[in-house]
């Protein structure tokens, strides 16, 4: 496993942007896809966007694409999430994640992750 600490959350007025980072600890880093979920108040958890291990295979959500950008630097074992035209409804915390070494390359599915960072609140104001 890797440890992992978000940063970047905050306050935004809608069409505003911001960006997320999610800093990883541990050798195994540039061989995880990684992940972005967010959960919104009194909703599940629910996935945003994946990255490769490579950063050369991406995927979004249908209500994130378009707006939100995922990129990694693994020399600093970082990931980021660009986010644009924020709208309200992206009002969430949100947790970067890290993949199994062995899997899917872009997943998807919460269950394909092991590592979860604590979590950066955004709020988006109408």
């Known amino acids: 496993q890797v440890q992992l600490v978000e940063s970047g959350g905050g306050f935004v007025q809608a069409g505003g942007s911001l960006r997320l980072s999610c800093a990883a600890s541990g050798r195994t880093f540039s061989s995880r896809p990684m992940g972005w979920f967010r959960q919104a108040p009194g909703k599940e958890r629910e996935f945003a966007a994946v990255?490769?291990?490579?950063?050369?295979?991406?995927y979004y959500a249908n209500s994130v694409k378009g707006r939100f950008t995922i990129s990694r630097d693994n020399a600093k074992s970082t990931v980021y999430l660009q986010m644009n035209s924020l709208k309200p409804e992206d009002t969430a915390v949100y947790y970067c994640?890290?993949?199994?070494?062995?899997?899917?390359?872009?997943?998807?599915?919460?269950?394909?992750?092991?590592?979860w960072g604590q979590g950066t609140q955004v709020t988006v104001s109408s």
């Open positions: 994640a890290a993949g199994r070494t062995v899997g899917v390359l872009a997943p998807t599915q919460q269950g394909a992750f092991d590592s």
């Open positions: 990255i490769s291990y490579s950063g050369g295979l991406t």
